[in-house]
């Protein structure tokens, strides 16, 4: 087959990983980025090209978009569907995952606990808000985040105005949510391909810091999922549309709350605590999707 990984460099783990992954199972791999993509609409025809090479060759991709450049790749990966090539991320099901709010909204609707959660409104007074999310402390999110980037734990009324103000001068969304002391700091990361759990594992955030990123310091360790985890991971996966996640989940005393659904989930760090080939489940779902596309053995659906 022939894949391509959207992503912003070759040199990235997760790129890099499914690169060698994809070439080790005899296919056609070209890291693409998608920045950079030309695209061609005309009567009856969708094109894409990348330097001078036509996407419509692939089979598949396989996207890696960073937050920031969402709506350039949910441009890219709509782009992909009138081409009728296969990805592993729905352009919906991107922005979707990249908006907390939505995110957060679509597991309410599909009965799915999260933290208590308040958007807060340009002006509006943030009291009442604090106390209908549990109170002080509290957790202070910008809607389209990434790695634990603008997520600010406020321990004062005062703290919290200021942080929400000047965030909101420079025209960002923000939502509070209750801190979960219960979860001392941890998160569980499951890992989601095609409707499975395939790896999970518990970060614990380093002393001093409530944020459980890899990225921010964190450590990780392989943790099995209850029933309970199992099942909501998937639900939440499903719901927003995602046939590859991340889900992060915390602990609390009323069950399991869905903190987080990622559309581009990180592989290094769930390939290494867990010893489980993620790349390799994500390869077996691209194969047996284009292999039934091909034998017409799945109907495309077309949207009007």
Excluded at 104 to 116: A, K, N, S, T
Excluded at 162 to 187: C, K, M
Aim: proline share 3%; net charge positive.
């Amino acid at each position: 087959m022939k894949i391509g990984i959207l992503s912003v460099s070759q040199e990235i783990y997760s790129t890099q990983t499914l690169l060698q992954c994809g070439l080790a199972r005899g296919h056609q791999m070209e890291v693409i980025d998608y920045r950079k993509c030309s695209m061609v609409i005309e009567q009856g025809r969708a094109e894409m090209y990348y330097k001078d090479f036509p996407l419509s060759q692939l089979d598949a991709v396989i996207p890696r978009i960073t937050s920031s450049f969402t709506q350039m790749g949910a441009i890219v990966l709509s782009h992909l569907k009138l081409m009728k090539v296969f990805s592993t991320v729905k352009p919906d099901a991107l922005l979707m995952a990249r908006d907390k709010l939505r995110c957060l909204q679509r597991m309410q609707e599909v009965g799915i606990d999260v933290p208590q959660t308040a958007y807060v409104g340009n002006g509006q007074p943030i009291g009442p808000l604090i106390s209908m999310v549990g109170g002080l402390p509290v957790v202070i999110k910008l809607l389209e985040s990434a790695q634990g980037l603008g997520v600010i734990l406020s321990e004062s009324y005062r703290n919290a105005e200021s942080t929400i103000e000047a965030f909101q001068q420079v025209n960002e969304r923000v939502i509070l949510q209750e801190f979960i002391r219960e979860a001392r700091g941890a998160d569980v990361r499951a890992f989601v391909v095609n409707g499975k759990v395939v790896a999970s594992m518990k970060r614990q955030a380093r002393d001093g810091e409530f944020r459980s990123n890899l990225h921010r310091g964190a450590t990780a360790q392989s943790e099995p999922l209850s029933l309970q985890e199992d099942y909501v991971a998937r639900t939440a996966a499903k719901a927003t549309g995602l046939d590859v996640a991340g889900v992060d989940i915390l602990r609390s005393e009323r069950g399991p709350l869905i903190m987080e659904v990622n559309a581009s989930p990180g592989l290094e760090g769930i390939e290494t605590f867990t010893q489980v080939d993620v790349s390799g489940k994500i390869f077996d779902f691209i194969e047996k999707k284009v292999n039934a596309l091909k034998n017409g053995k799945v109907k495309r659906k077309v949207t009007i």
